[in-house]
């Protein structure tokens, strides 16, 4: 059975810093990796998608990376803001048996002004 | 605006009393599945469907039914609500092969 853990859970870093959100799952078979954003009572937004076969993801001031060997991908956010401070949820889709993602966690992120 | 739609926004019932959430996406996904989402517990499967006619169960089935008549909609049924279903509810679609979920914006069921 797929299981994904976010490292680390939660997370508060002043406003500027870049940093790093990590994400690993134990079943390397994967066909694709997405990283999705979370506000307070609201749904999913997705952020970045890496097909099995890709290396890394970017768009505007983020960066996601994936090494399906080892079975790790990372979200990388540059220059962050207030504005990023949500959830981040990593999810896989391994096909076959119950055909859906496989979530994470999440980290909670807080970006101090 | 494409996407996913989901009705009720919030939602009360009493235990033993039924319900059907809604949802329907205008992306011609022939993916859709639904997701509970509990504290401490992240999201979790419960049905999916690969196209119309074609359901199946995920991680945690149990007090709940779906169909796909069209490739449009699916909806949940709740068939006799346990407090143990209070939950914020979330339906997705993609392509095949789980090419980029789109979530809905969610329900918020609370059972009493």
């Known amino acids: 059975k797929q299981e994904v853990t976010q490292i680390p859970a939660a997370l508060s870093v002043p406003e500027g810093e870049n940093l790093v959100l990590n994400c690993s799952f134990t079943?390397?078979?994967?066909?694709?990796l997405q990283w999705f954003r979370q506000d307070p009572g609201k749904g999913l937004t997705s952020l970045l998608l890496?097909?099995?076969?890709?290396r890394e993801q970017t768009s505007g001031r983020l960066n996601a990376s994936l090494d399906k060997s080892s079975g790790r991908s990372t979200l990388y956010i540059a220059a962050s803001q207030p504005g990023d401070s949500a959830t981040y949820l990593c999810?896989?889709?391994?096909?076959?048996?119950?055909?859906?993602?496989?979530f994470g966690k999440g980290t909670h992120l807080i970006i101090q002004p | 605006n494409a996407g996913v739609t989901q009705t009720p926004k919030f939602q009360v019932l009493k235990t033993g009393q039924s319900m059907t959430l809604q949802c329907a996406q205008d992306?011609?996904?022939?993916?859709m599945s639904w997701y509970r989402q509990d504290p401490g517990m992240g999201l979790r499967l419960i049905h999916y469907?690969?196209?119309?006619?074609?359901?199946d169960q995920g991680e945690v089935p149990n007090g709940y039914n779906v169909s796909r008549s069209t490739t449009e909609d699916f909806p949940l049924r709740l068939l006799s609500a346990a407090p143990s279903q209070t939950s914020v509810y979330f339906c997705?679609?993609?392509?095949?092969?789980?090419?980029?979920?789109?979530f809905g914006s969610g329900t918020r069921l609370t059972v009493v």
């Open positions: 079943d390397s078979a994967i066909y694709n």
């Open positions: 890496i097909q099995s076969s890709q």
């Open positions: 992306m011609n996904h022939e993916y």
């Open positions: 469907s690969v196209g119309a006619g074609i359901t």
């Open positions: 999810a896989v889709y391994s096909g076959g048996g119950a055909d859906g993602l496989t």
């Open positions: 997705a679609s993609s392509y095949p092969t789980g090419n980029g979920y789109t």
